[in-house]
């Protein structure tokens, strides 16, 4: 016995629960006298049974990740997790893996042969921009947040939806200035995160990222492993 002389953590309780949890079940195989490679199998088959507890996104881009990760929040409420390529495969058991389609051919090389990933969809023109389409020829509209592949992405998606390259002011929240010039701008696209740090004045449009067939599949994919194993 060990006597401490403040509150263990919430962490440190839960891992003693489990130890706890786990000494029971082999003091009760042992009054059984199952035999301890029965048990170590038996187990393993339990465990391969289990269906996913988390998602977990994969994305290098740490502030991209932030973003998708408060998307994919905001969509179920299955856990989620992140992480960047190069860790995925510490991360991986027990998750269902999710990313962009340009980092799948990466990830494969560090999963197992087989791992089944689901791969998120751009919104190619958010709705949020519904109310500017057609675009105004002489609104000048402000793009802002703190991820390089964000700005890259919703400048090249304004663009192609009909405003003016010239008429897009891009702004990087990482940078200490970043605010200059969004009060003159009839409204600034942002991701969800940025709005919050927008000048007082300036009008948030958010440009949300996953596409809606990305949203529903991960809403169905929440839907199914959430059900209990008997009704499966």
């Known amino acids: 016995m060990y006597v401490r002389a403040s509150k263990p953590e919430a962490s440190l309780s839960a891992a003693l629960a489990l130890d706890g949890i786990i000494a029971s079940l082999f003091a009760s195989a042992r009054k059984l006298r199952v035999p301890l490679p029965d048990l170590r199998a038996r187990l393993r088959q339990w465990m391969e049974m289990q269906p996913p507890d988390r998602f977990l996104l994969i994305e290098p881009d740490e502030e991209l990740r932030r973003i998708l990760h408060a998307e994919i929040g905001r969509a179920v409420s299955f856990p989620v997790m992140s992480c960047g390529i190069d860790d995925c495969s510490e991360t991986v058991d ?107 004045g300036c009008r948030a449009i958010l440009f949300a990222l996953l596409s809606e067939s990305s949203i529903a599949e991960l809403q169905s994919y929440a839907e199914f492993v959430s059900r209990p194993i008997e009704s499966l």
Request: glycine share 8%; aromatic share 4%; hydrophobic share 45%.
């Open 94 to 200: 027990g998750a269902i893996p999710v990313l962009l389609p340009n980092r799948v051919a990466k990830v494969r090389e560090l999963l197992p042969a087989g791992t089944e990933l689901l791969i998120l969809q751009v919104r190619s023109v958010p709705s949020s921009l519904g109310g500017w389409l057609p675009a105004p020829s002489d609104a000048l509209v402000g793009i802002a947040s703190r991820s390089g592949d964000f700005l890259k992405l919703a400048r090249t998606v304004l663009a192609a939806a009909g405003f003016h390259p010239d008429r897009l002011v891009l702004r990087d929240a990482r940078k200490a200035d970043w605010h200059r010039g969004l009060k003159q701008t009839a409204a600034v696209v942002c991701d969800s995160l940025t709005a919050s740090e927008l000048p007082s």
